[in-house]
Structures are given as C-alpha cells and as structure tokens.
C-alpha cells in the first residue's frame, strides 16, 4: 500500500499558498495599471465625450430616485432615534447640528457611495463582461481602439462628476426629512431648525463630505470596470464578475472612508 508523504503534503500546500498570493498579488498589479491607464487617458485624444454624457446619465440620473429616497428616510430616522433623548434633556434645538453634522460628514457620502456601488458597480461589471465573453473588446483592439479609453475613462469621469452632486442632494434631501420629522414631532421652529442646521457646519465639515465622494467614485467606477473586463468563463464569470464587483467596491469604500477621515480630521 502506498503510504502519504506527510513532506510531500507540506510541499503542495506551501506551493498552493504560494500560487494563490502569486494571484493576489497579480490582480492588484493589474487593477492599479488600469487606473493608471484610464486616468492618463484623460490628458490625450481622443476623448469620448458622448460616452461620458451617456454614462453620467446612466449613473447619476439612473440613481437618483433611490438616493433621494434614501436620504430622506435617513434624515428622518435619525430625528426619531435622537428625539426621545433630546427632549430628556431639553436640547430639541440641537436637531438641526446633529442632523446636519451627521449627514454632511458621512452617513450622506458613505450611503450614497453603497447604494451607488450596488447599482452601477455590478451594472458595468455586468455590461463589459458581457461584452468581453462575446469578443466586443478583442474587436475593439482588432479595429485599433483602446478599449481602457473607449470603456473605462467615461465611467470613471462620470462617476466622478455625478457622485459628488448625489451626495449632495442626498444631504439636502436628509436635512428635509429631519426638519419634517422635528416639526412633527419635536414642534421645533422651522426657523432655528435651518439656521442651526447651517451654522454648525463647518469649511472642514464640506471638506470632508466632498472630498469622500471623489475618492469613492474612482473605487466604484474602477473596481467595477476591472472586474467587468477580468471575466473568464462565459456567462457563469459574468455573474461571478457581478457579485464581486459589488463586494469588493462596498468594502473598498468603507475602507477608505476610515482613511479618508482620519486624514480630513488631521488636516482640520
């Protein structure tokens, strides 16, 4: 009888290790030259500007409805959980800074960042894996077009224009559904509401709620793209490419929304 190696199993599991950091470490290669390549596209033609106008309306227009949404049941959500407490206390008339303040730093970027992620992520994951499992992109190289600047630039610029006023509007959206709630059920003037709302955001408060949506876009939009043109294995990698592409952007922004604060609260 043939008696195992116990060397021999030590060896193959170190080579698989091996092989699947080999991967790892590959991917994260590939993925940062394709940033690379899809930003540096922008500072030479061509440019395809019908494509970005497309894309902004597929990403910002698309996701409105479900942001504003969003942000409106958010606002008022937080005024619920937080009125109990503040009329405990007698201090109703700090709806206004907490709402805002709340909004405006992060539950208005980082929400609006997974909602677009979930929608857009694994939509273009989807659209160019589609396109890669029917040689769309190899036809594209064939005829002389760079498929990084044809596919991946315009996504990545507007995801880049249209987050930012996402969140914004997001933000106002939030501020409504919060003053409606506290005038509801609070009876606060409408008139201390907004003007405590406003006062109590700060340069470094708007620092921070707009620099985090720049940076979530160029995470959504490339890790979207690069999952999208990595499909392998027909139609099955096209919903693998999906999933992942959703996965991996949520936690690549909650990751950097930890960083990017951390740097914003440094600098102000």
């Known amino acids: 009888m043939a008696t195992l190696n116990p060397l021999a199993e030590e060896n193959t599991a170190l080579q698989q290790i091996n092989q699947a950091l080999k991967r790892r470490v590959q991917a994260v290669q590939n993925y940062v030259l394709l940033c690379w390549r899809s930003l540096a596209s922008l500072f030479s033609?061509?440019?395809?500007?019908?494509?970005?106008?497309?894309?902004?309306?597929?990403?910002?227009?698309?996701?409105?409805?479900?942001?504003?949404?969003?942000?409106?049941?958010?606002?008022?959500?937080?005024?619920?959980?937080?009125?109990?407490?503040?009329?405990?206390f007698g201090q109703t008339s700090l709806t206004g800074d907490v709402v805002a303040i709340a909004l405006v730093r992060e539950l208005g970027p980082s929400l609006t960042a997974l909602l677009v992620a979930g929608r857009n992520a694994s939509g273009i994951a989807s659209e160019l894996g589609s396109m890669v499992v029917t040689e769309q992109v190899d036809a594209m190289r064939a005829m002389g077009t760079d498929p990084v600047r044809k596919l991946v630039t315009p996504r990545i610029i507007a995801t880049v224009f249209t987050l930012p006023l996402l969140t914004a509007l997001a933000d106002l959206v939030g501020l409504i559904g919060g003053f409606l709630v506290s005038l509801l059920q609070l009876r606060l003037d409408p008139v201390e509401y907004w003007t405590r709302a406003v006062d109590a955001l700060e340069f470094g408060d708007l620092m921070q709620?707009?620099?985090?949506?720049?940076?979530?876009?160029?995470?959504?939009?490339?890790?979207?793209?690069?999952?999208?043109?990595?499909?392998?294995?027909?139609?099955?990698?096209?919903?693998?490419?999906?999933?992942?592409?959703?996965?991996?952007?949520?936690?690549?922004?909650?990751?950097?929304?930890?960083?990017?604060?951390?740097?914003?609260?440094?600098?102000?």
Not at 63 to 88: D, H, K, Y
Not at 226 to 233: E, M, P
Not at 240 to 266: D, G, K, P, Q
């Open 45 to 88: 033609p061509p440019r395809y500007w019908n494509d970005t106008l497309e894309q902004m309306d597929v990403i910002g227009v698309g996701s409105l409805p479900i942001v504003l949404l969003t942000g409106f049941f958010i606002g008022a959500v937080m005024v619920l959980q937080t009125a109990q407490q503040f009329e405990r």
């Open 209 to 268: 709620g707009f620099s985090k949506p720049v940076v979530f876009a160029l995470i959504i939009a490339s890790v979207g793209c690069y999952q999208g043109l990595s499909v392998r294995g027909g139609t099955q990698g096209v919903g693998r490419a999906t999933t992942e592409a959703v996965v991996v952007a949520s936690v690549f922004v909650l990751v950097a929304n930890f960083f990017v604060t951390r740097i914003m609260l440094w600098l102000f």
